[in-house]
């Protein structure tokens, strides 16, 4: 979609959004298809009208208003709707997120179906939102009666849908700007769909301005051919809102209040209404179903990436590469394919992640390395090596140069800088001082079937191999134990601790015992060759 194509003020102009407002611009009738708009973006300006993009401080929003009650029967859940998440944040925690950036004075969230659940998460992510409860479906213009009953309406209200994760604050601030500068009673984000089935038709007068929206099962054939779809974003003059509201009636093919009807009541009582015409379709697409909720992820794993890729980061492949909205990554990281970044993770620069490796809530200093690991709550010092296939759980804590090698897994454990557990291993409970090494196979024996007890190693301690340590036990700075050993006492600084039987060989048992077989025949063949 471009929007050069469009028709729009041209003064109003702005990078993603152009405005079409009920002055400035030329006919663009029902059934014109995108690309097809009108030319002269100047005919019918009104000379009154402020003919620069006035910066409107965002200090008049004063009330934002999410509409998150509907059922969302289409994704076919337990969940409400607006909780399923994509990159790492709900639906309506993305909204929120991009409304947050307004500093709105007040958040207002219509709730119903799943009520407790939407609530106790809104209570979790944005404690200061009110909630107002939608007990029956009426419709979109019902949630807003609802929402605003006992409102004092002052500036400005900014209304969205808590289904439209994409949305970025730039846009709403872009929205506002437009509708502020221009004084007007409504103004609409409208986007050219490539494919508008479902949405509500945006229907212009010759002059260009915006009559009313059409909802797709109150459209003719000639309204269903129209691109320009009601993407469920308005600020209102909150006066004129609240003046209006009342008068809505259901006289449609749902049978609900439409918000949308709202238009042609402020339109009829002589206010002007802005329609601005947003870029880039993509920001204002809903998730109604999985089909969407997964096209919208997809969408926002490519702005995720392409962000951090403008900051710096190397991502190998950004197709397979899932990085949460909530990450922070320095430059200078490369993420190799199929890896993925979530929750509260940090990176620091020059970490190199992956191939396939998770990250989960996990903090990686500078230069470490991670291979095809899965790692939850980890911390992971700098120019640390973890992998391949680790996987590391919460409260483990590798310190500067330490290894956590293949096949090895750690839990709530902390090892010291310069300390590899570089084989086959599980430590679980433990904490590893520097410069130690633990041999391969070997297994921190933390649970007795009923609690789990802690290991304590010391500096520059060497842990024989397929050694069991069975917590609790302390191995003193220094201090060796023998490969194989099932260590149950404590090892003092600088001894060597064997826990093992006594090895004995009992001679000719194979040519006693399996005379004829392949193993007899090489031990009598070696017999002769000793003579
Ligand atoms: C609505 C618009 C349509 C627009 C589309 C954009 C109306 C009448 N239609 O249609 O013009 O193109 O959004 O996505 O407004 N909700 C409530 N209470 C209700 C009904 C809805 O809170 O009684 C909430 C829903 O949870 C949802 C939002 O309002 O978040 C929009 O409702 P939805 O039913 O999805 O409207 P659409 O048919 O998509
Ligand atoms: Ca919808």
Same mark, same amino acid.
């Given at each position: 979609m471009v929007a050069s194509t469009h028709i729009y003020e041209g003064e109003y102009a702005f990078r993603h959004c152009v405005v079409a407002s009920t002055w400035a611009f030329e006919a663009q009738g029902p059934g014109s298809i995108?690309?097809?708009?009108?030319?002269?973006?100047?005919?019918?300006?009104?000379?009154?009208q402020p003919s620069?993009?006035?910066?409107?401080?965002?200090?008049?929003?004063?009330?934002v208003v999410i509409l998150a009650a509907g059922e969302g029967t289409r994704m076919k859940s337990a969940t409400p709707k607006v909780l399923h998440s994509i990159a790492g944040r709900s639906l309506v925690g993305h909204v929120l997120a991009a409304v947050d950036e307004l500093n709105p004075k007040n958040v207002r969230i219509v709730v119903g179906s799943g009520r407790e659940s939407v609530e106790s998460h809104l209570q979790e992510i944005a404690p200061k939102a009110h909630t107002v409860f939608q007990?029956?479906?009426?419709?979109?213009?019902?949630?807003?009666?609802?929402?605003?009953?006992?409102?004092?309406?002052?500036?400005?209200?900014?209304?969205?849908?808590?289904?439209?994760?994409?949305? =970025?604050?730039?846009?709403?601030?872009?929205?506002?700007?437009?509708?502020?500068?221009?004084?007007?009673?409504?103004?609409v984000l409208t986007a050219?769909?490539?494919?508008?089935?479902?949405?509500?038709?945006?229907?212009?007068?010759?002059?260009?301005?915006?009559?009313?929206?059409?909802?797709?099962?109150?459209?003719?054939?000639?309204?269903?051919? *129209?691109?320009? *779809?009601?993407?469920?974003?308005?600020?209102?003059?909150?006066k004129k809102l609240v003046g209006a509201i009342g008068k809505l009636k259901s006289n449609n093919a749902q049978g609900e209040l439409y918000l949308t009807d709202?238009?042609?009541?402020?339109?009829n009582d002589g206010?002007? *209404?802005?329609?601005?015409?947003?870029?880039?379709?993509?920001?204002?697409?809903?998730?109604?179903?999985?089909?969407?909720?997964?096209?919208?992820?997809?969408?926002?794993?490519?702005?995720?990436?392409?962000e951090f890729m403008r900051q710096g980061v190397t991502i190998v492949d950004p197709t397979t590469t899932w990085i949460d909205a909530t990450v922070k990554i320095a430059a200078d990281v490369t993420v190799l394919p199929g890896s993925s970044i979530t929750g509260s993770s940090l990176i620091e620069s020059n970490a190199v992640i992956g191939p396939r490796t998770t990250l989960i809530d996990c903090t990686v200093a500078c230069c470490a390395e991670i291979a095809e690991s899965y790692c939850s709550g980890a911390t992971i010092g700098e120019?640390?090596?973890?992998?391949?296939?680790?996987?590391?759980?919460?409260? =483990? =804590?590798?310190?500067?140069n330490s290894k956590a090698g293949a096949f090895v897994e750690m839990k709530n454990a902390q090892v010291g800088e310069g300390s590899k557990v570089p084989h086959l291993s599980y430590v679980g409970d433990a904490t590893i001082g520097e410069g130690t090494n633990i041999g391969a196979?070997?297994?921190?024996?933390?649970?007795?079937?009923?609690?789990?007890?802690?290991?304590?190693?010391?500096?520059?301690?060497?842990?024989?191999?397929?050694?069991?340590?069975?917590?609790?036990?302390?191995?003193?700075?220094?201090?060796?134990?023998?490969?194989?050993?099932?260590?149950?006492?404590?090892?003092?600084?600088?001894?060597?601790?064997?826990?093992?039987?006594?090895?004995?060989?009992? *001679?000719?048992?194979?040519?006693?015992?399996?005379?004829?077989?392949?193993?007899?025949?090489?031990?009598?063949?070696?017999?002769?060759?000793?003579?």
């Open positions: 995108p690309g097809g708009g009108a030319t002269d973006i100047r005919k019918g300006l009104n000379s009154n620069r993009l006035i910066s409107v401080s965002t200090s008049r929003l004063d009330t007990e029956k479906r009426g419709g979109t213009g019902h949630a807003t009666q609802l929402a605003l009953a006992d409102i004092k309406p002052e500036g400005t209200i900014l209304i969205l849908a808590g289904d439209t994760p994409l949305l =970025t604050s730039h846009s709403l601030k872009e929205l506002l700007e437009v509708h502020n500068a221009g004084g007007f009673a409504a103004s050219e769909h490539p494919d508008p089935t479902g949405y509500g038709r945006i229907i212009r007068g010759d002059d260009g301005s915006l009559l009313r929206i059409v909802e797709e099962r109150d459209a003719d054939e000639l309204v269903k051919n *129209i691109f320009e *779809i009601n993407s469920g974003v308005y600020a209102f003059d909150a709202v238009i042609e009541i402020l339109r206010g002007q *209404i802005a329609a601005a015409l947003i870029e880039d379709f993509i920001e204002v697409l809903g998730v109604n179903d999985r089909v969407q909720l997964a096209e919208s992820a997809a969408l926002m794993r490519e702005r995720i990436n392409e120019s640390a090596k973890v992998g391949p296939f680790s996987y590391l759980r919460p409260g =483990t =804590t590798l310190g500067k196979a070997t297994v921190f024996v933390n649970y007795d079937g009923v609690e789990k007890h802690h290991t304590t190693i010391g500096d520059h301690v060497r842990i024989g191999s397929d050694s069991m340590l069975v917590a609790p036990v302390e191995i003193g700075d220094g201090a060796y134990t023998a490969a194989g050993s099932v260590i149950t006492e404590n090892v003092p600084a600088g001894a060597m601790g064997v826990a093992r039987a006594k090895q004995r060989n009992v *001679i000719g048992w194979v040519l006693r015992k399996r005379s004829g077989s392949k193993s007899a025949e090489a031990a009598s063949k070696s017999d002769e060759k000793k003579g």
